[in-house]
């Protein structure tokens, strides 16, 4: 019996934890909109403010960044750099989808951020801060968004862990 039990209660801690690691990806995401935002901005002040070359730009808002966000920036400055022939858009595509795997993005978020690939270096200095805002504008929406589906599925996860290890605890005994 005192086995069932300790059985049982490693069962409750160990779903309990699987419902936390789910509930989680939720707060990441969050987080991760909201870095790539700060990174966008100082992008968008080195490119526009300071005329920055874009490896440089990149490998500036590299140092401040940290983590997939750090990686991918610098990865960027380093193509960019190569001077291999690539475009903006092909070097920053790369980078985004090579890092992508690791974070907690939606394929609407890579969307929006494919996007500034596209629009990056391709127009005078107005239009550009125009893109800028409006791929800002976009990933504040998609944080929005973000920050409802945490309010809504972290709760759900995190109980539906312990619940679970309940109910399976429950069928032990």
């Not at 862990?161 to 069928?171: F, K, P, Q």
């Amino acid at each position: 019996m005192m086995l069932k039990l300790i059985l049982s209660a490693v069962i409750v801690i160990a779903s309990a934890m699987i419902g936390n690691i789910y509930a989680m990806k939720y707060a990441i995401r969050v987080a991760q909109l909201r870095r790539l935002q700060t990174a966008l901005q100082m992008l968008e002040t080195e490119v526009i403010y300071r005329y920055s070359p874009l490896p440089e730009a990149f490998k500036s808002v590299a140092l401040s960044m940290k983590g997939e966000i750090q990686c991918m920036m610098e990865d960027t400055a380093s193509m960019l750099s190569d001077r291999k022939g690539y475009t903006i858009d092909h070097v920053w595509e790369t980078a985004l989808r090579r890092y992508a795997k690791s974070m907690a993005l939606t394929g609407d978020d890579i969307g929006i951020l494919l996007n500034l690939g596209k629009t990056l270096g391709s127009s005078d200095a107005d239009n550009q801060i125009k893109y800028f805002e409006l791929i800002l504008n976009q990933l504040r929406q998609q944080e929005k968004s973000a920050e409802a589906e945490k309010a809504k599925n972290q709760k759900l996860y995190n109980n539906l862990g312990i619940l679970g290890g309940l109910g399976i605890a429950i069928l032990i005994l």
